[in-house]
């Protein structure tokens, strides 16, 4: 079975049949995936002052398919692939943050060629789910990622005081970056002080609730080299990254201001030190006026690309 590439000239698609194929080669060549993953141009590499942009598409594999208002938004495979496909178009856009499912279909359509690929390592739990503190590692292997030519993983880390299904979550947290580590991975962990309201989790984002959800956070595992912080963007962001020196990529959430309102505060938060990028997800994949590429070009147009190389950062160090 043959692997399309992505097209320059994409739109979100009526088409029942149009991955149609996907189906067909999954049935008959599911090696097919193995074999573009190996095959796929790799992205050149990270480096400092160059933010990279990573589009989050794991959503769904959480049951969380709601965006705004609509509860199901994320529930039309074909949409969500049309317009992550929108998105990957722009150059500007390094790489995505997927489940397996998502990403095995994206390397199928050839639209990973250079990018950055991060895997979602632990979807166990569910939104809504009784124990969903007990947040176990449903999905991407450090191993099946570095089998994939991936550049790390992503491990969502809810911290809840008073659960204790908490605990084991920062164990296997631990040992996912030990993992990963050892494979020169990135671990990309994005932590929170939740709590449990009327049956819901709810992410505490006030300024030193996330400053100590980083503190916890950034002390898991054996190793921190490859760890890399993601994080919300919050009140006092300055003091937030104080909180660390790790790498560190914004998350975009499900946010109920404008959408003026949400780039003005990523812009802002970009220019702090330490600020590696932007991971998002719903915010520009299902905005507001249906306009994907515009809003990724929008995003894409806050990030800083000024390259920084080791020779400048040592002459900084011995000035």
């Known amino acids: 079975m043959s692997v399309k590439t992505a097209s320059t000239t994409l739109a979100v698609d009526d088409d029942p049949h149009r991955y149609e194929h996907l189906s067909v080669i999954r049935l008959e060549d599911p090696d097919a995936i193995a074999r573009a ?4 141009r790799r992205h050149p590499g990270v480096k400092a002052g160059m933010q990279n942009f990573i589009v989050a598409a794991d959503h769904p594999a959480r049951g969380a398919l709601a965006v705004g208002s609509d509860p199901v938004a994320m529930a039309d495979r074909r949409q969500l692939l049309d317009r992550l496909r929108i998105a990957l178009s722009n150059p500007d856009v390094d790489g995505v943050l ?10 199928l359509l050839g639209a990973l060629e250079g990018k950055l690929m991060f895997g979602s390592m632990n979807r166990g739990g569910l939104a809504g789910l009784v124990n969903e503190f007990d947040d176990r590692f449903t999905g991407h292997t ?36 030990n993992s990963l580590a050892e494979r020169k991975l990135i671990a990309m962990v994005e932590p929170f002080l939740s709590v449990r309201e009327n049956g ?4 505490d984002l006030s300024t030193n609730a996330v400053i100590k959800s980083v503190a916890i956070a950034e002390g898991l595992g054996s190793s921190s080299a ?13 003091r937030v990254m104080a909180s660390t020196t790790m790498p560190t ?7 109920e201001g404008s959408q003026e309102d949400v780039f003005s505060s990523w812009q802002a938060a970009l220019a702090l030190p330490g600020v590696q990028g932007l991971t998002v997800g719903r915010t520009l994949l299902y905005p507001h006026d249906g306009d994907v590429a515009g809003a990724v070009a929008t995003a894409a147009s806050l990030l800083h690309h000024t390259p920084r190389t080791a ?9």
């Open 37 to 40: 993953a190996k095959a796929r």
């Open 98 to 107: 997927a489940s397996p499912d998502v990403m095995d279909d994206l390397l």
């Open 142 to 177: 450090a191993a099946a990622l570095e089998a994939l030519g991936a550049d790390g993983g992503k491990m969502l880390t809810r911290i809840c005081l008073g659960d204790p299904d908490t605990v084991a979550t920062l164990e296997a947290t631990a040992r996912a970056i």
């Open 200 to 203: 819901k989790v709810r992410n």
């Open 226 to 238: 490859y760890t890399w912080m993601k994080l919300p963007v919050v009140a006092g962001m300055e």
């Open 249 to 255: 990529v914004l998350l975009g959430g499900d946010p």
């Open 311 to 319: 020779s400048t950062r040592t002459a900084e160090v011995s000035e």
